[in-house]
């Protein structure tokens, strides 16, 4: 398929004080197999010099490239913020730590049809991390569990698994129907699966693609930590907004019982380490639920 037969594409990444994985996902957005799309970059109130030097360089150096700086107000707030500069039919959102594959813009932009409103694949550790890293070992497992039903592309009913916007392509007349990201989500968490909820609930059908977006994570204990600290948050966030909450009494059982459920772990994750991250994972995704229950 030539590139006059695809329909007009703009990505969209919000960044943050991450100059150096963002510099590689730029490169990764750059060498691309088709060559008319645009990127947009949302620099959500970096105060690092050197995001500042990269962002200006890439600015300078890439004509289909367009930074727009704003007040640090979470990924919400910067993900509404590019597509809605983007003049494109299709907007794909990655993150600024993600490596998509060089087929990743083809793959996802000629996949819509007519009642298609997203199209989305998986995403997955950077092989240089799965090989040195546990908790890349961990992600990975997590990747094969949720992305294993549906290997193949294929058209579905049921919304893509978690619509995670490290790896999804919508078209910008539904993100206009449903208004984009709802600005109430702080962080990082819950706030795509959200918006992939609400485009469900009007009908759509949405795309699974095998195409695969790498996650260019540090995988270290600290990163493991935070990000499931803030699922955990974003979880709070997504039950207040979808149901059922869940109240502080709920979330506590579930923080207390998360150790009985370790033997289950090692049938399930295949080994003690494996099981053992399992199991922390559970517990810190209770800890950020609480943390957002007890700052309401």
Known sequence: MSDKNIPSVTVVVPTYNRPERLEKSIQALIYQS?????VIIVDDGSDNPKQETLLSRIESEYSNLKVIHQDNSGPAVARNTGWREAKSEIILFTDDDCLPSESWIFDLATAFEDDIA??????????KHYHSSIFA??????????YRPIEQA????????HGITANIAYRRSVLEEVGGFDE???????????LIKRV?????????????????DLYTLKTFLKRSYNRGKGLHYL???????????????GLFATPFFFPKRVFEQRGLKMAGIATLDRLVNRIGELSAIRAK
């Open 184 to 194: 109430s989500f702080p962080i990082a968490g819950g706030e795509d699966t959200d």
């Open 239 to 253: 039950h207040k907004h979808h149901g059922p909450e869940r109240g502080l009494q709920r979330v506590l059982l």
């Open 200 to 216: 469900a609930q009007l009908g759509y059908s949405f795309k699974y693609v095998p195409t695969a977006v790498y996650h260019n």
């Open 154 to 161: 294929r058209k579905q009913q049921d919304p893509l698994p």
């Open 137 to 146: 070992k961990y992600h990975r497992w997590q990747a094969e569990e949720t």
């Open 118 to 127: 997203a199209v989305g694949g998986p995403f997955v550790p950077d092989e």
């Open 34 to 38: 088709i060559s008319e799309y645009n």
